[in-house]
């Protein structure tokens, strides 16, 4: 942020006072032409400024005064900056860019809520309500007990890898420019709504199997009649359980959602607590561990809901009895019944399950247990005899693993509890300042639960026995949570916990996941979901809402959560995929609208975060992986089909571009997004007698303002006839190609010869380029020799260029004193480029410094940015309001606003004028007197041919012509013509040196030098002053004039460049 800001005003330094009665004069003759000379433009309809409407502004109080006078004709289609800024005072509110592309999707959009939250109530904490959830307490520890503690530390380091790698790419995608609301995302919304979806439905899941697992087992429907069919009881008692809740919730949502809001804090304090608790369990068991005794079979884990002694017999009275546990194993109650053959031959031991972090059970945890699927759960290095195999073990009470696990599966299990980082995005505009809190709350959530998570790891391989972190639903320690085993003081903590944050996540998603939807279909980039994008009244999204109640359902139906954490993990793989190639693509292309102000970003980064999610969708499933990316690819293929204009669709388009003929079909289907403006230009060269290019540098400065990205086409014009001129024209395309090659400007020349300089110049401007490859820009060479009286028609071709430029709607950049600027092999190690803004014509001055500076040799040099304040302005609010439309735009310079007094116009600018005036009006008597010369030439022909003709020739011709026209010159008539001439001419030039001047460029001059004053003053030793160039007068009488008005206003300045926008927007604050 640009922190230092100064007002200067600027009073009329340096400059005489005219004498009272001519300045009075001067006034009195000013006000006479004052609305005859007042807003004259050049003749040519120019497009109107979508930040301002110029019908609204006051014409009167625009052009009054002198101080602007030369950019007044300007003011139909650019505004001065001041009112500009006066019109900007809600920046949230702003157009995105050009009026035509996104008036449309502004109409729909509502008005942004007033900001309100900071980064840790806005972004960090709803960020770790949505990262930490059902996984941390229902999988973690089985996903430790199976894959061991190494492979755990891998599987959770590489999500949280791809996370952060992602949060990173999303913070710059953020950053870079105002994020509107949830449809930040363009069409990989669509994969993060079902994502979110589905996230709802695995939530739902995990509550009720909390409920029916650990709080209250009584409350199945479906019971298990029989051995083995305890699992499918299990998911029909989740499918009826989930379609009620579902229903519920969506009620709830329906009814109340301000409530849901409410209630977050709340849900998100049970999580807090249950970690915390979790902790101080794991403190505890180093001096004093719990007490949950697990019953061993020889090395096979008993589950103990059946029994409650782990013994065969006990003693009592001096009597052997058998327990529980021998009549699960044996036929009969008896000592002699007859036992499984492994329950004889093994026996019964009692082990603690939560050894304490201190016992060393860190080691026999590090290894992987994986197993197929209804194996029996057994403890390493435990003595063991195996018996018969032959008895059928299903109606033993031993804990079995329900499905087969292998290394890919758990991660596909495991991700869903990393997602959750755009929670802060989706609330970008209730926070105060969304370009700073989502990328600071986002990676401070991200590197909080990463800690938490692989500090559990760690915990629980050091803490809990393996054969317990492998038993998914604690049926070794009475059927509790197996993570609340650990927890202190009560494992109810935990589960009570637990419950309410899966239940609070569930509402969270119904919550989130019908707005997301009602965005995406309000932002019309899938037509066929538009009937989603209607409400109630309030714009709650009801259709929204069915539909993901709908898609929760298929969640619910499927009821294993082990099998719908794999499906959303895919999709939010895409989501995250598409952000970082988002990301990636951008930086690459460089676009010139791509100013993250989150810097700790770069493409290499991303480009892995997008390998490492590709890689993570092929490890968890590679067939859901390929269902997944054709789901998207459809997605994608049918919102290009139908033509609509979103932010990956853009990038992807850029790209393009070296795909010849399909690309130039696809670029000119239309203009590019203001997002995507970039200069293309077209250069025009002048080139000397032997065909060699007169000014190098301004290849120089091409290839340093485009830094290889873009078109860029070269082009220069030979005066005759192509038939003669084939060989010329081949010698200077050589010239030119080599010198681009010397100087790494990429792209295509186009060398044109033309019967006359003016036609060859308006034959480049209007056809160069092919189809959507077409210039926008052109970039020439000030004419530094146009006063001089053998080079009179290069100013005419200059403002004749100026003209056309304009009327074909391209920007002109005018290097002045080209040979003075840098070439590619010098580097300003300090300096300043300074930018006066005086009136806004589309932002062009704004985007070529920073453009610049990506180039070596304009790196270390700083932005500054001059605008000039009026009488009437208010400088000090000029200064906030610049300051957060520079903030908006990612840009950081140093602000100064200048005022500039009302003053009577000096002697000084009075008498240059007339100088100026003069010497074009002598100019053109010298012109009339050589053509008079020329005219006593062809009559001293004429006399001598008639000397030579017959007598009857010439009296029948005298006799012909009439009176007045005399045929016969004698020597007197010679004299008396010639004398008469002379006084003609001698009485022209008194006329020259008693005119006076016209009050119009009078003004105008005054503007020019005051202006001059003020950037001298200032930008003297600048290493390059961009300056707004004011039009030409639509009367062409005053072109030379003109010329004047430009060499004053950049008089005394190293380099400057003179910018004249194309009338449209070529910079936003939008992303």
Not at 840 to 863: A, T
Request: aromatic residues 10%; contains cysteine; hydrophobic residues 40%.
């Amino acid at each position: 942020m640009p922190t230092s800001f100064t007002v200067v005003p600027v009073e009329a330094q340096g400059e005489e006072r005219g004498p009272p009665e001519r300045d009075g004069q001067l006034q009195e003759e000013e006000d006479e032409d004052d609305e005859r000379d007042r807003g004259t433009g050049d003749g040519i309809a120019r497009e109107s400024s979508p930040f301002i409407n110029s019908a609204e502004l006051d014409r009167g109080n625009m052009y009054e005064g002198k101080n602007m006078a030369l950019f007044e004709e300007e003011m139909d289609s650019n505004p001065m900056v001041s009112s500009l800024l006066n019109k900007l005072a809600n920046y949230t509110n702003l157009t995105q860019g050009v009026v035509e592309h996104e008036a449309d999707e502004d109409s729909k959009r509502k008005e942004v809520k007033g900001p309100r939250m900071g980064t840790f109530i806005g972004v960090y904490l709803p960020c770790l309500q949505n990262i930490l959830g059902v996984i941390l307490f229902l999988r973690l520890t089985w996903i430790v007990g199976t894959a061991g503690v190494l492979e755990s530390f891998i599987i959770v380091f590489m999500c949280c890898a791809c996370t952060m790698l992602t949060a990173i790419s999303m913070s710059a995608i953020a950053t870079n420019g105002v994020v509107p609301g949830p449809e930040f995302g363009g069409a990989v919304g669509l994969c993060f709504y079902l994502g979110t979806t589905f996230a709802g439905a695995m939530y739902i899941l995990g509550t009720i199997e909390i409920l029916l697992t650990y709080i209250s087992p009584s409350a199945a429907i479906f019971k298990a009649e029989e051995v083995g069919e305890e699992t499918e009881a299990m998911l029909n008692n989740m499918r009826v359980y989930g379609t009620c809740i579902i229903i519920l919730m969506a009620i709830v949502v329906f009814v109340g959602v301000k409530y849901v809001n409410k209630l977050a804090l709340v849900f998100l304090a049970c999580v807090i607590l249950s970690i915390i608790a979790i902790y101080a369990g794991v403190i505890k068991t180093a001096f004093d561990p719990p007490d949950f005794p697990i019953c061993l079979l020889g090395n096979r884990t008993l589950s103990k809901r059946n029994f409650d002694v782990c013994a065969k017999f006990t003693e009592s009275n001096n009597e052997t009895k058998t327990t529980p546990l021998w009549r699960l194993f044996c036929d009969s109650s008896l000592l002699n019944a007859t036992c499984d053959d492994y329950f004889r031959l093994n026996n019964v031991t009692e082990i603690q399950g939560i050894p304490g972090i201190m016992s060393g059970v860190l080691t026999d945890n590090l290894w992987s247990t994986y197993s197929e699927k209804g194996s029996i759960v057994e403890k390493k290095d435990q003595p063991s005899i195996a018996g018969s195999e032959e008895t059928k073990m299903g109606g033993l009470p031993y804990v079995f693993t329900d499905i087969m696990t292998y290394f890919t599966m758990l991660v596909g299990i495991y991700f869903p509890s990393v997602t959750g980082i755009m929670a802060g995005s989706n609330r970008s505009g209730d926070l105060k300042d969304a370009q700073k809190s989502i990328p600071t709350g986002t990676i401070l959530a991200i590197s909080t639960t990463s800690f938490i998570y692989l500090s559990c790891i760690v915990l629980f391989g050091a803490c809990i026995e393996g054969v317990i972190l492998r038993d998914k639903f604690g049926e070794a320690v009475n059927g509790n949570l197996v993570v609340g085993t650990l927890a202190w003081p009560s494992p109810w903590v935990i589960v009570i916990g637990s419950f309410f944050s899966t239940c609070g996540a569930g509402l969270q998603s119904l919550t989130g996941a019908p707005r997301l939807l009602q965005a995406i279909a309000r932002d019309g980039i899938v037509p066929f979901i538009q009937i989603f994008g209607h409400g109630k009244a309030n714009g709650e999204p009801t259709w929204a809402l069915l539909l993901t109640a709908g898609i929760c359902e298929i969640g619910i139906l499927i009821a294993s959560l082990d099998s719908v954490a794999p499906i959303l993990s895919m999709f939010f793989l895409m989501c995250y995929m598409f952000v970082n190639l988002a990301c990636a693509v951008q930086t690459l292309l460089r676009t010139p609208n791509w100013r993250p102000r989150f810097k700790y970003y770069h493409w290499t980064l991303s480009f892995l975060g997008m390998s490492l999610c590709l890689a993570l969708m092929f490890i968890c499933s590679w067939y859901y992986a390929l269902i997944a990316m054709l789901i998207a690819g459809c997605i994608y293929k049918y919102i290009e089909y139908r033509g609509a204009e979103k932010e990956w669709g853009d990038g992807i388009r850029g790209l393009s571009l070296n795909a010849a003929r399909y690309a130039l079909l696809r670029v000119e289907d239309g203009p590019p997004h203001t997002k995507n403006w970039r200069p293309q230009l077209l250069v025009l060269l002048n080139l000397d007698n032997e065909q060699l290019v007169k000014h190098p540098r301004l290849l120089s400065f091409t290839s340093q303002l485009k830094a290889g990205k873009g078109l860029t086409i070269v082009g220069s014009v030979l005066q005759g006839i192509y038939l003669d001129k084939c060989t010329e024209t081949q010698k200077a395309e050589e010239n030119v190609k080599a010198l681009m090659g010397v100087e790494k400007t990429k792209g295509f020349c186009q060398i044109v010869v033309s019967p006359n300089f003016r036609d060859g110049i308006s034959y480049l401007i209007q056809s160069a380029g092919l189809g959507g490859m077409k210039h926008n820009t052109v970039l020439m060479a000030w004419p530094q020799s146009w006063k001089q009286t053998e080079n009179r028609f290069s100013w005419k071709n200059f403002v004749d260029t100026v003209r056309e430029t304009t009327a074909a709607q391209q920007a002109l950049l005018v290097a002045k004193n080209i040979d003075l600027f840098p070439t590619n092999q010098e580097r300003f190690t300090e300096g300043n480029i300074d930018v006066w803004w005086i009136v806004h014509d589309g932002g062009m001055l704004m985007l070529l410094p920073f453009l610049l500076r990506q180039h070596k040799v304009w790196r270390k040099c700083k932005m500054r940015i001059f605008t000039v304040a009026q009488m009437d302005d208010n400088s000090i609010q000029m200064k906030k309001d610049l300051q957060m439309f520079l903030y908006h735009l990612r840009l950081n310079a140093q602000v100064e606003v200048v005022e500039m007094f009302e003053n009577d116009i000096s002697a000084f600018t009075y008498e240059k004028t007339l100088m100026m005036e003069q010497r074009s009006q002598m100019l053109k008597q010298m012109q009339l007197s050589k053509n008079e010369r020329e005219r006593e030439a062809q009559l001293i022909h004429d006399r001598n041919t008639a000397s030579h003709s017959a007598p009857a020739v010439e009296a029948s011709v005298a006799a012909a012509v009439p009176e007045k026209v005399q045929m016969t010159w004698t020597k007197e008539k010679f004299a008396a013509e010639k004398h008469k001439t002379k006084d003609s001419n001698v009485s022209g030039f008194k006329d020259v040196f008693n005119m006076k001047p016209n009050q119009s460029n009078v003004r105008r001059m005054h503007t020019a030098v005051k202006l001059n004053g003020v950037v001298l003053n200032k930008s003297q030793h600048a290493q390059l002053v961009l300056l707004n160039m004011p039009g030409p007068p639509k009367n062409r009488k005053g072109d030379e004039n003109y010329m004047e008005f430009l060499e004053v206003l950049t008089e005394g300045l190293d380099r400057v460049l003179l910018v004249r926008g194309s009338g449209r927007e070529v910079i936003t604050i939008y992303s």
